[in-house]
C-alpha cells in the first residue's frame, strides 16, 4: 500500500477494513504481528516526512535582488553595532551619518545578518547601504516595486526610470552637468509618471546647469497642482534675467536699498537695507534668505550699476545687506565675493545658511558645496568650536566631509586647543566635527582626539576607527 493509502485507512476505521500488507512498507511486517497496522502506520510516516510537496497554482512574482557590494569586514560589523545600536549609540546622529555615506562611496554594504539588528541605521539610509539593504528597509510597505527597482546600485540611461526618487534625481543631477538640454528633455517626459515629492525632486535639479533653455518648462510648472513643485519652479524661474518672476524680485531688492556717500577725503558709495515695516528684527534671516535666494549677485548689482566687488564693499556698513548678498552670491557662483563677505562683515556668515540648508540657494552638487565651505569657513579665526546644532547641521550639509585644506586649518585652529582645554561648548562638537574630517587627514584626526577628555572623545574615536576599516577594507585587493 502507498503511504497516504495507509493513512486514508486509518482515518476511515481498520476494523471494518483491515490494512493489507502489501507492497515495499509491509516487506518486513510479520501478518500476525498484534501491532502490524500501527508499525505500518509508522513506516508510512516516515515515507510521508520525504514526500515533495505540492506546487502551488500561482507564484509571486519577487524580482531576485543583485548587490555587487562588497560586505563589511568582520571587524568593520563590530564597530558599526556599537555605534548605532551599543550604549549611548544613535541611528540618526552625525556620526551614524558620515559612516552611511562612507559606505556608499567606498561601495561597500552591511551583512545580511546584521539588516535586523541595524533596523533603525538601515531605514533612514537604506539608499546609500546598497540594493540588499534597500529592498530590506522597504518589505511589507504595501508598494509594488517594478522589475529592476533594486537591481542598479548606479543607474543609467535605460534603468533610471526603475530607480528610487532618488537615484532618479541624482541621474538627472550628472547629466545635468554634461548635457543639460538632454537632462530636462528626460525630465519633461518623466513628469506625468511621478508622485508630487519625485516630480519636486527632478525639478530641483535644474538648479545645476540653469539657462534660458529652462525656461519654458518651469513657466509650465509654474501652475502645477503640488504646492511645492510650484514653488520650485516660481524660485527657479526668478533666477532667469528677463522673466517677471526676476524683474519683480530685482525690483523689489533695489527699492529697499538706499545710497549715500561716506567719507572726508575719499568719498565712497555706502548702501543700506530697508526691511519691510512687518519684519520684527528675530524674522530678518528668513525674509532675507526668502528675499535673496531668487537673484544672483550680478543682477543686482548690474541694476545697482556697480561692479559685483564694489557692490560688496558698499554694503559692508549694513547690518543686513552683506547677509543678502551673501546669499545671493551663491546663486551665480561669486564665491570669491562670498569669501570677502565671510572675511569681513560676517565672520561667522557660513551659520547664517544652516537654517535654510545650502539646497534653497542653488548649492546641490558636491563641488559647490565644497566652493562655498572653502569660501566661508575659516577656522584660523574662530575663537571658539561651534555648539552642537551648528556642528550638526553643517555635518548634514557637507555629508561628503570638509576639503581637505579647510579640514587640516580646523585641526589646527587655536579653537581647537581652546577646545582642548575645556573651554566654548564643553565637547558637544566633537562628534560631528570629526565626521566632517576627510579619509586622508584620519590619522591626524586621531591624535587631537585622543588630547581630549575621554567623556568627550568616546564616540568621535570610534567613528574615526570605524572609518578608517572602511576606508583600509575598500582599497584591500577582493581576492
Excluded at 483491515?18 to 516487506?27: C, E, F, H, I, T
Excluded at 514526500?51 to 497554482?57: E, V
Excluded at 560676517?346 to 537654517?355: A, C, E, I, M, R
Aim: charged share 25%; aromatic share 4%.
Amino acid at each position: 500500500m502507498r503511504p497516504d493509502a495507509i493513512v486514508a485507512g486509518f482515518m476511515l476505521g481498520t476494523a471494518r477494513q483491515p490494512l493489507r500488507l502489501d507492497g515495499a512498507l509491509a516487506s518486513g511486517i510479520a501478518a500476525d504481528d498484534p501491532a502490524a497496522a500501527l508499525s505500518l502506520l509508522a513506516l508510512a510516516g516516515q515515507a510521508l516526512r520525504f514526500t515533495r510537496p505540492s506546487a502551488p497554482p500561482a507564484f509571486d512574482d519577487v524580482a531576485r535582488v543583485t548587490d555587487t557590494r562588497r560586505i563589511l569586514s568582520p571587524p568593520a560589523r563590530r564597530l558599526l553595532l556599537r555605534l548605532v545600536t551599543g550604549k549611548g549609540g544613535s541611528a540618526d546622529d552625525a556620526a551614524a551619518r558620515a559612516v552611511a555615506h562612507a559606505i556608499a562611496r567606498l561601495r561597500l554594504r552591511p551583512h545580511p545578518f546584521d539588516l535586523p539588528r541595524l533596523g533603525g541605521f538601515v531605514r533612514k539610509f537604506a539608499e546609500l547601504l546598497g540594493p540588499a539593504a534597500l529592498e530590506w528597509a522597504t518589505r511589507g510597505d504595501g508598494e509594488a516595486r517594478p522589475a529592476g527597482y533594486f537591481d542598479a546600485d548606479e543607474v543609467g540611461p535605460d534603468t533610471w526610470t526603475l530607480a528610487t526618487p532618488a537615484r532618479k534625481a541624482g541621474y538627472i543631477a550628472g547629466l545635468r552637468k554634461t548635457d543639460p538640454a538632454h537632462a530636462r528633455t528626460l525630465i519633461a517626459a518623466q513628469l506625468v509618471n511621478e508622485r508630487a515629492e519625485a516630480r519636486a525632486r527632478l525639478i530641483g535639479t535644474l538648479v545645476i546647469g540653469l539657462g534660458a533653455d529652462d525656461r519654458a518648462l518651469l513657466e509650465s510648472l509654474a501652475a502645477d497642482r503640488a504646492p511645492r513643485v510650484k514653488d520650485i519652479a516660481l524660485r527657479l524661474l526668478a533666477r532667469l534675467p528677463g522673466t517677471a518672476a526676476a524683474e519683480a524680485r530685482i525690483a523689489d531688492i533695489v527699492s529697499r536699498i538706499a545710497t549715500a556717500k561716506a567719507g572726508l577725503l575719499r568719498r565712497r558709495t555706502t548702501l543700506k537695507l530697508q526691511l519691510p515695516a512687518n519684519i520684527r528684527e528675530h524674522q530678518a534671516p528668513a525674509w532675507l534668505a526668502e528675499t535673496f535666494s531668487a537673484v544672483g549677485l550680478g543682477q543686482i548689482a548690474d541694476a545697482l550699476g556697480l561692479p559685483p566687488a564694489d557692490l560688496v564693499e558698499a554694503a559692508r556698513d549694513d547690518r543686513h545687506l552683506p547677509v543678502g548678498l551673501a546669499f545671493a552670491a551663491c546663486i551665480d557662483r561669486h564665491f570669491d565675493e562670498l569669501r570677502t563677505i565671510c572675511a569681513g562683515p560676517l565672520p561667522d556668515g557660513w551659520t547664517t545658511f544652516l537654517d535654510q540648508g545650502l539646497e534653497a540657494f542653488g548649492l546641490a552638487d558636491p563641488a559647490d558645496r565644497a566652493a562655498w565651505a572653502s569660501a566661508t569657513l575659516n577656522p584660523a579665526a574662530w575663537q571658539m568650536m561651534p555648539g552642537a546644532w551648528q556642528a550638526e547641521a553643517l555635518q548634514q550639509q557637507l555629508v561628503d566631509g570638509l576639503p581637505p585644506a579647510v579640514a587640516a586649518e580646523l585641526l589646527d585652529s587655536p579653537a581647537w586647543r581652546g577646545g582642548t582645554q575645556g573651554a566654548g561648548t564643553q565637547g558637544e562638537w566633537v562628534t560631528p566635527i570629526a565626521a566632517l574630517i576627510p579619509a586622508a587627514l584620519l590619522p591626524r584626526l586621531r591624535e587631537r582626539l585622543a588630547a581630549l577628555p575621554p567623556e568627550t572623545n568616546g564616540r568621535a574615536l570610534l567613528l574615526t576607527e570605524l572609518l578608517s576599516l572602511l576606508e583600509r577594507h575598500a582599497n584591500e585587493d577582493p581576492a
